[in-house]
């Protein structure tokens, strides 16, 4: 390496300040890059599971409760920024996941596959 450019590199060395606490906001900060995405990816499950829970394919829709009731949450643990995307409706699982006497109708698998590929 010639002796300017071990120099350049030196002098960029020593201009860089690692800040720890702005890296953290960039991180899990709630508008840092990585929580927009992981919101906008939100917004992208909340929206194929509401089709995915609109009639056939998927279940009969009556009332359009399950449907309406899809919605996500941001959140953060001690790692990293998080999403939770569901439905507090009662019967959800039972839709989802089907019974002994009824089909299952995924509205929320197939909307995290199709945002996991993307």
Same mark, same amino acid.
């Given at each position: +390496?010639?002796?300017?450019?071990?120099?350049?590199?030196?002098?960029?060395?020593?201009?860089?300040?690692?800040?720890?606490?702005?890296?953290?906001?960039?991180?899990?900060?709630?508008?840092?890059?990585? +929580?927009?995405?992981?919101?906008?990816?939100?917004?992208?499950?909340?929206?194929?599971?509401?089709?995915?829970?609109?009639?056939?394919?998927?279940?009969?829709?009556?009332?359009?409760?399950?449907?309406?009731?899809?919605?996500?949450?941001?959140?953060?643990?001690?790692?990293?920024?998080?999403?939770?995307?569901?439905?507090?409706?009662?019967?959800?699982?039972?839709?989802?996941?089907?019974?002994?006497?009824?089909?299952?109708?995924?509205?929320?698998?197939?909307?995290?596959?199709?945002?996991?590929?993307?």
């Amino acid at each position: +390496m010639s002796a300017q450019l071990q120099a350049e590199v030196a002098a960029a060395i020593r201009t860089f300040k690692f800040n720890e606490a702005e890296l953290q906001r960039l991180l899990t900060g709630p508008t840092g890059p990585v +929580m927009k995405n992981v919101v906008r990816r939100a917004i992208r499950v909340e929206s194929s599971a509401k089709q995915h829970a609109s009639g056939r394919p998927g279940p009969n829709v009556r009332t359009g409760r399950l449907r309406g009731s899809i919605t996500w949450r941001a959140g953060a643990d001690g790692r990293s920024p998080y999403v939770d995307v569901g439905t507090n409706v009662h019967y959800a699982p039972y839709v989802e996941l089907g019974t002994s006497r009824a089909p299952a109708y995924p509205f929320l698998r197939p909307a995290l596959e199709a945002a996991r590929s993307t």
